[in-house]
C-alpha cells in the first residue's frame, strides 16, 4: 500500500505546510428535460440535472456505489414565452 499523495501549499506567514490530499471526483447521475406548459407543452421547459462527488476519503478499496459521497440536484425552469427563469439548488 503506497502512502497517500500529499498537498503543499504556503500559509500567509510565507511558510510551508503539507497535509494529505484527497480528491474529491465529481460524477454525473442524471439529466432531463421536459416540457410542461399548460396549453402549448414547447413553451415551458423544467431542465434538470443530478450530480455527486464521491466522498473524501481513502476509496481505494472501494468500487461502484461505495465510492458514492454526496449528490445535488439543479432544477432550471424557463418560461420561453415569458422569459421568466427560476433555478432551484437541493
Known amino acids: 500500500m503506497t502512502d497517500p499523495p500529499r498537498l503543499l501549499s504556503t500559509t500567509s506567514t510565507g511558510k510551508v505546510s503539507q ?3 484527497n480528491p474529491v471526483i465529481p460524477y454525473f447521475v442524471d439529466f432531463t428535460i421536459h416540457d410542461t406548459g399548460r396549453y402549448i407543452s414547447s413553451s415551458k421547459k423544467n431542465i434538470k440535472w443530478t450530480f455527486g462527488h464521491s466522498t473524501p476519503l481513502p476509496f481505494h478499496d472501494r468500487t461502484g456505489p461505495k465510492c ?9 425552469n424557463w418560461s420561453i414565452s415569458s422569459g421568466k427563469r427560476r433555478v432551484v439548488v437541493d
Request: glycine residues 8%; hydrophobic residues 25%.
Open 19 to 21: 497535509s494529505t490530499f
Open 68 to 76: 458514492r459521497g454526496n449528490e445535488h440536484e439543479i432544477e432550471f
